[in-house]
């Protein structure tokens, strides 16, 4: 009686389709024990405290007494939407948010074509223009705090010097020249970053192109406007995008200058709830906080838009 052998489990036989899926399993869990750590770092630090400050926004939360919390319901929206700064805060907002980006895109894509050309030292120029997008915006609100001081601030001396105005301005001091004075600062730190994107936008432009446009007599404006900026357009929407929701969620700049003030004509949603924390009315901050995430949801999803358009091209 001879003796037989039996063949190798196939690929489509039960069991190698247990061994794939007992591999399988191992695998997942593996992955998920080096991923756990992680996710409970995460959700600690981060989601947890995120849903205790959601459930302070409909709580009568004040820091100054703890030992009654109640139940409001929609109470603080009502007081936020309701104060007769809320408008003001508003309009500053917008006025902030566009006042900033515009000026920082017509800038950074100046500076971006200066930067495209090749020219000597031209390291050492980008090295200086991208310099000030590593400093912190606090401190860049603290040096032009400085810089717009009305008595011995550099800006008031040029122009002084210059013969702009005859006396010393009150930047900060003055509603309206408030405003102007942040912005500005905003936009001599968002500049860098604009600069950055497209002229790594632009030197994907090829240049065989633009030869051969020049071959068609087309002059420089021609094909800056007919090639070069419908080339780089989505680049330059997503950078749009991207720097419009951190300047509307950047309160540093303006609260190292004016923390909101005169008299709150600089206060933005931002600025705005950080004075609700320093008096203890965590309720009502809260409340703006969610006001800003809903908001900053809706920038995320255009944003996410923007780029599942761009990687199905």
Not at 16 to 39: K, Q
Not at 83 to 94: E, K, L, R, W, Y
Request: glycine share 8%; with cysteine.
């Amino acid at each position: 009686m001879t003796a037989t052998t039996m063949p190798p489990a196939r690929a489509g036989t039960p069991r190698a389709v247990r061994r794939r899926t007992t591999f399988g399993r191992r695998h997942a869990l593996t992955i998920l024990a080096f991923l756990t750590p992680a996710i409970i770092f995460v959700c600690w630090f981060t989601y947890f405290p995120m849903l205790q400050g959601a459930q302070m926004a409909f709580r009568d939360w004040n820091l100054w007494d703890l030992t009654s919390t109640p139940w409001v319901g929609l109470a603080n929206f009502a007081t936020i939407l309701g104060d007769p700064v809320f408008p003001v805060v508003a309009g500053n907002t917008v006025v902030w948010v566009v006042g900033s980006i515009v000026p920082q895109l017509v800038i950074g894509f100046l500076v971006a074509l200066g930067l495209w050309r090749r020219f000597r030292f031209r390291a050492l120029y980008q090295a200086l223009v991208f310099y000030p997008w590593a400093v912190s915006g606090f401190l860049v609100g603290m040096l032009f705090r400085w810089m717009f001081n009305a008595e011995f601030g550099v800006v008031n001396d040029l122009l002084m010097k210059t013969g702009a105005v005859e006396a010393p301005l009150p930047w900060l001091a003055d509603p309206k020249l408030a405003m102007v004075a942040v912005i500005v600062a905003n936009v001599w730190y968002g500049v860098t970053f604009f600069a950055i994107m497209i002229l790594a936008a632009l030197q994907s432009v090829p240049d065989e192109v633009l030869e051969a446009a020049a071959i068609d007599g087309a002059g420089t404006v021609r094909r800056l406007f007919s090639i070069v900026v419908p080339y780089i357009w989505t680049t330059l929407a997503l950078t749009v995008l991207l720097r419009a929701i951190w300047t509307f969620n950047s309160p540093e700049i303006i609260y190292a200058m004016t923390a909101g003030g005169p008299a709150g004509r600089t206060h933005i949603v931002t600025t705005w709830m950080i004075e609700f924390t320093q008096q203890g009315s965590y309720g009502l901050a809260s409340a703006i906080g969610l006001v800003v995430m809903v908001v900053l949801f809706v920038f995320c999803a255009f944003y996410l838009m923007a780029m599942r358009r761009v990687n199905q091209r």
